[in-house]
């Protein structure tokens, strides 16, 4: 589900974390982690349409994971923007060591308190890889970092995975890490956006596959 609460004309830097196309591996609904898989042709139409939506947002840079699925899918919003890409493996998704390339109903029979666990915000090494806080660890500073170098009312595209976007927000905004699972999921191509406000950073929209509407309200 798409919650939108921001205001198109609110100053200040924002972040859109901007989850790759469809993947073959994601209709198996096998982990991918760190694999490098490419875009199916739906993946890239979903990148397409997506991008000429987010060029309408006027995106100042572009920064991608170096994985294909994600690096294809910057590279249609650069088409449209002009933008250069930067890529960064700081930005990949999660390794899930013995998890990757088995599908969810693998996974639950093999490694099923594993799972559970790890669903219940516990740090869990699914399949002996990388605790979500060391996701974090290495993809949020290079976001920061990019988005230092945005002018004051700039606007940063971060093209990712979306167990890095998750924690990767959950970091930005100051939660603990065993809520974070709390922000749910992302669909392909969809994405979330970050504002800079009085109080650090905020979630302005997440899960989104359409342009923001303005806040009109008590909460603006």
Partial sequence: MSTTSTSGSRS?????????GQTSWNLERRFQG??????????????????RLLASL????????????????????????????????????????????????????KYGEQYAAWKRGEPVRRGGGELETEVADR???VVLRHAERLGANGTLVVV?????????????????AGSWESLGGLSNCCWSVLGE?????????HNAGTLPEPVLGDDD
Wanted: glycine letters at 12%; a neutral charge.
């Fill in 197 to 205: 406000g009085a109080r650090g950073w905020r979630l302005l929209e």
């Fill in 12 to 20: 200040g830097r924002k972040i859109v974390l901007w989850r790759h």
């Fill in 58 to 109: 006027r995106p100042d840079a572009i920064v991608s994971s170096d994985l294909s699925r994600a690096a294809a899918t910057a590279a249609e919003l650069a088409s449209v923007t002009g933008l250069s890409v930067e890529h960064d493996e700081a930005l990949r998704e999660t390794y899930a060591g013995e998890w990757q390339g088995l599908t969810h109903d693998e996974i639950l029979a």
């Fill in 34 to 51: 760190s694999t490098d898989i490419g875009l199916t042709g739906t993946g890239v139409a979903q990148a397409r349409r997506a991008a």
């Fill in 160 to 176: 990712s995975h979306g167990g890095t976007i998750r924690t990767t927000i959950g970091r930005l905004l100051g939660l603990e």
């Fill in 139 to 141: 993809a949020a500073p």
